[in-house]
Structures are given as C-alpha cells and as structure tokens.
Nanobody, 125 residues
Framework: QVQLVESGGGLVRPGGSLRLSCAAS????????VGWFRQAPGKERTFVGF????????LYADSVKGRFTISRDNAKNTVYLQMNSLKPEDTAIYFCASNTRSGVLLFRPESYDYWGQGTQVTVSS
C-alpha cells in the first residue's frame, strides 16, 4: 500500500500563491505517478494535473495551465503543487493520489489507487 499525506492548504487572497505538498510512504516503488485533484462544495472531484515519478513528465487541466506547477522530489518521495495567481474558483479541497497501474488515463480519478485525506484551499478577499 501507499500512504499519502497532503499539507500546505490555507486561506489566500486572489492573486496569491500557495504550495501544497504530498508526502508518500509505504510501497512507493509501486507508484508510477501522482495526481492532484480538487473538489469544490457540491461538485465532483476534478483533475488538476499529474507528474510521473520516472522522468517527471506532467500534464495539467486547462483551467490551471500556466498558473499551477507540479514537481517531485524522488529522494523525499514528495510531490508539490505550486499554485500561483489563485482565483476564487480555485477554492476546493485538494487531494493527491497515487497510481500503481500502467496504461491508464491519468486524468481520471478511477485510475488512482490510493488517496490522501485532502487539504482545504480557500481563495477569498
């Protein structure tokens, strides 16, 4: 199994920045990629982006492209989500998730096997 713990959420003003962390432990060698998703109140969980552990390739949702950056530190088994130019519509609970299967579509929540507990991000003046 893979355990994931997110941190770094909080309240930020529009235009501000936050960096979320996702620390992985357990069978981290079984993980191909880590994805970030978010869920606003009353809405479905949606894709934000992912990073592959090997090679570090990334993919982002159009809504965050150019504002959010995902990076990873393999030595620390940690993935980061740097969020800049935050907007009120970015307000949500942010989750990281670990994928342990190859050949799946990494923008789909069902492609991930392990999830963190989530961290709240609120963008408000």
């Amino acid at each position: 199994q893979v355990q994931l713990v997110e941190s770094g959420g909080g309240l930020v003003r529009p235009g501000g920045s936050l960096r979320l962390s996702c620390a992985a432990s357990g069978r981290t060698d079984s993980s191909y990629a880590v994805g970030w998703f978010r869920q606003a109140p009353g809405k479905e969980r949606t894709f934000v982006g992912f990073v592959r552990w090997s090679g570090g390739s990334t993919l982002y949702a159009d809504s965050v492209k150019g504002r959010f950056t995902i990076s990873r530190d393999n030595a620390k088994n940690t993935v980061y989500l740097q969020m800049n130019s935050l907007k009120p519509e970015d307000t949500a609970i942010y989750f990281c998730a670990s994928n342990t299967r190859s050949g799946v579509l990494l923008f789909r929540p069902e492609s991930y096997d392990y999830w963190g507990q989530g961290t709240q991000v609120t963008v408000s003046s």
